[in-house]
């Protein structure tokens, strides 16, 4: 069965401290990968897409790598503010699903000021 | 950039009744279109994939006679709860993928929240 899985569940940090949010996955055979970010009770934003050639994404202080052979992924965010504060989720678009995306269990973010 | 539509945003219904949810894509065809719902402090869970002109494919799980997919066009799927029930309370939020290859990005709405009493 092809999973997405992440680590940790929640997350407290002190603002300007850098943090990385991980993301794994069971099956190598991806489409792409993307981050979004969901505020309470909010639809999803979409922060980065990285098709399966891709090694890396950057948008702002946002910075996504891709390692399919290990079946992992990260999402760096630098210098954090408390408007960072949201539930951060890594979907994977396998092959031979179609195109749809399997979600993680996200990680909650709080940036205390 | 694409855009994709969802309404309502929020509804309240008595139990036993039936609410429908539109998902539309505003600035391209989608002839596929997925539909998750979300219950409180979960993640997201596919439901099914609606399919333009064709029946929908439901996951595990899913009732397809519960939770009726029409997809009458190329920007238009829509999903109604029928005879609702309290534990059908949840966040149900509908994308497309902006492009036709498998690995188009998907684009989503902003979510329902439906609560039924």
């Known amino acids: 069965k092809q999973e997405v899985t992440q680590i940790p569940a929640a997350l407290s940090v002190p603002e300007g401290e850098n943090l990385v949010l991980n993301c794994s996955f069971t099956?190598?055979?991806?489409?792409?990968l993307q981050w979004f970010r969901q505020d309470p009770g909010k639809g999803l934003t979409s922060l980065l897409l990285?098709?399966?050639?891709?090694r890396e994404q950057t948008s702002g202080r946002l910075n996504a790598s891709l390692d399919k052979s290990s079946g992992r992924s990260t999402l760096y965010i630098a210098a954090s503010q408390p408007g960072d504060s949201a539930t951060y989720l890594c979907?994977?678009?396998?092959?031979?699903?179609?195109?749809?995306?399997?979600f993680g269990q996200g990680t909650e973010l709080s940036v205390k000021p | 950039g694409a855009v994709v539509s969802q309404h309502p945003s929020w509804v309240i219904c008595k139990s036993g009744t039936s609410v429908k949810i539109e998902c539309r894509s505003l600035?391209?065809?989608?002839?596929?279109m997925f539909w998750y719902r979300q219950f409180p402090k979960q993640s997201l869970m596919l439901m099914a994939t609606?399919?333009?002109?064709?029946?929908?494919?439901?996951e595990q799980g899913v009732e397809k006679d519960k939770f009726l997919i029409n997809h009458a066009s190329l920007t238009l799927s829509t999903l109604t709860v029928t005879s609702a029930h309290p534990e059908d309370s949840s966040f149900y939020i509908c994308?497309?993928?902006?492009?036709?290859?498998?690995?188009?990005?998907?684009?989503f709405g902003n979510g329902t929240r439906l609560t039924v009493t």
């Open positions: 994308s497309a993928p902006t492009g036709g290859a498998w690995n188009s990005p998907l684009h």
């Open positions: 099956d190598s055979a991806i489409y792409n």
């Open positions: 990285i098709q399966s050639s891709q």
């Open positions: 979907a994977v678009n396998f092959y031979n699903q179609g195109g749809k995306l399997i």
């Open positions: 600035d391209f065809q989608a002839t596929t």
């Open positions: 609606s399919n333009e002109g064709s029946k929908a494919t439901y």
